[in-house]
C-alpha cells in the first residue's frame, strides 16, 4: 500500500519570498506522483504531476517539483510567491500500471501575507 | 465546455434522512470517485467506478451507496447509517488507465443537523 506525509499542515509566508512544500510518499513500486491546489470552497484542480522522464517538472504558473527516487519525495517549490498562491496543496500518489485510485496526503495550507 | 458538474454546492439535511449527491461529466472518461473532505483529514476514497455497472468500495465506504447507470452519472447516497455526514464531497473522473491524473468537480458542502 502507499502512503504520502505532507511534513507541513500550515506553512506562512510574505509575498514574494520563496516557498517550499514537503511531500515523502512510501511504495513497494513505481509510482506517479501529482500536485493538487484547491483554493477556498471549490475543487481541486491539478498543478503539476511526475509520470516519467525528467525528475524536474513544472507548472504554468512557476511552481515546480522534483522527484526524489532515493529520498522518495516530491517537494513543491516556488521561488517567488504571490498573494493569490494562498490555497490549500496536496500531494498524491498511484500506482505505476496498477489501480487508478490516488491516495492523498493530509494537505499544506499555504498562506501568503502582504 | 467540458468538465465536472456537482450539484447542490451547499445541501442541508436532518439527521435520519438519506440525502442525494449529483456527479456529471461530460469528459467521456471511464472512471469516477467520490471522495469526502474533512479538514485536517486530506482526500479519503469513499467509492469508484472504472465501468458502467460496476464499482468498487473505497476506504471508508460504510454509510455511503452509488449507481453507476450511465457513463456520466455517478451519484452519491448518504444514508442515515453515515455516524458523521457532514463534510465536502468531491467527486472525480479520469479515463481509465490513463496515468495523467483525475479532474474534480467544485465539490457539496453537505451539512447534517
Known amino acids: 500500500a502507499q502512503s504520502v506525509t505532507q511534513l507541513d499542515s500550515q506553512v506562512p509566508v510574505f509575498e514574494e519570498a520563496p516557498v517550499e512544500l514537503r511531500c515523502n510518499y512510501s511504495s513497494s513500486v513505481s509510482v506517479y506522483l501529482f500536485w493538487y491546489v484547491q483554493y477556498p470552497n471549490q475543487g481541486l484542480q491539478l498543478l503539476l504531476k511526475y509520470l516519467s522522464g525528467s525528475t524536474l517538472v513544472e507548472s504554468i504558473n512557476g511552481f515546480e517539483a522534483e522527484f526524489n527516487k532515493s529520498q522518495t519525495s516530491f517537494h513543491l517549490r516556488k521561488p517567488s510567491v504571490h498573494i493569490s498562491d494562498t490555497a490549500e496543496y496536496f500531494c498524491a500518489v498511484r500506482t505505476q500500471g496498477g489501480s487508478e485510485k490516488l491516495v492523498f496526503g493530509k494537505g499544506t495550507k499555504l498562506t501568503v501575507n502582504p | 465546455d467540458g468538465g465536472i458538474t456537482q450539484s447542490p454546492k451547499y445541501l442541508f439535511r436532518k439527521e435520519g434522512q438519506n440525502v442525494t449527491l449529483s456527479c456529471e461529466q461530460n469528459?467521456?472518461?471511464?472512471?469516477m470517485y467520490w471522495y469526502r473532505q474533512d479538514p485536517g483529514q486530506g482526500l479519503r476514497l469513499i467509492y469508484y467506478?472504472?465501468?458502467?455497472?460496476?464499482?468498487q468500495k473505497g476506504d471508508i465506504a460504510e454509510g455511503y451507496s452509488v449507481s453507476r447507470e450511465k457513463k456520466e452519472s455517478f451519484p452519491l447516497t448518504v444514508t442515515s447509517a453515515q455516524k458523521n455526514p457532514t463534510a465536502f464531497y468531491l467527486c472525480?473522473?479520469?479515463?481509465?488507465?490513463?496515468?495523467?491524473?483525475?479532474?474534480f468537480g467544485p465539490g457539496t458542502r453537505l451539512t447534517v443537523t
Open positions: 469528459l467521456n472518461h471511464d472512471a
Open positions: 467506478s472504472q465501468i458502467v455497472n460496476d464499482f
Open positions: 472525480a473522473s479520469s479515463n481509465y488507465r490513463d496515468p495523467a491524473g483525475q479532474y
